[in-house]
């Protein structure tokens, strides 16, 4: 299992991104996938999900109405638009999916983001 992140980067707060996670190594179509966010010093947070389809998602108060998770089942890709972005948004993000027998979490490298003025 491979999963590779890209796309984060130093914003201002209002501004917006979006970041990808490029998947390998298993059946992507068939697994719901998460993006996680951790800020120095913080635990590791859920900010979310998305189910196999694309048909449900699921997000925190703390980013609701402003980060949006989607995914292309033909590239094996999962996306996360984050807009009206603040600084306490500011982390390293990554990808996420629970996988294998006995089932474990497997996590991308993480891409930085960084909301300052």
């Known amino acids: 299992v491979q999963l590779v992140e890209s796309g984060g980067g130093l914003v201002q707060p209002g501004g917006s991104l979006r970041l990808s996670c490029a998947a390998s190594?298993?059946?992507?179509?068939?697994?719901?996938m998460m993006w996680y966010r951790q800020a120095p010093g913080k635990e590791r947070e859920l900010v979310a999900v998305?189910?196999?389809?694309?048909?449900?998602?699921n997000y925190p108060d703390s980013v609701k109405g402003r980060f949006t998770i989607s995914r292309d089942n033909d590239k094996n890709t999962v996306y996360l638009q984050m807009n009206s972005l603040k600084p306490e948004d500011t982390a390293v993000y990554y990808c996420?999916?629970?996988?294998?027998?006995?089932?474990?979490?497997?996590w991308g490298q993480g891409t930085q983001v960084t909301v300052s003025s």
């Open positions: 190594g298993f059946t992507f179509r068939r697994y719901v």
């Open positions: 996420n999916v629970r996988w294998g027998i006995p089932v474990r979490d497997y």
């Open positions: 998305i189910t196999t389809a694309g048909d449900s998602t």
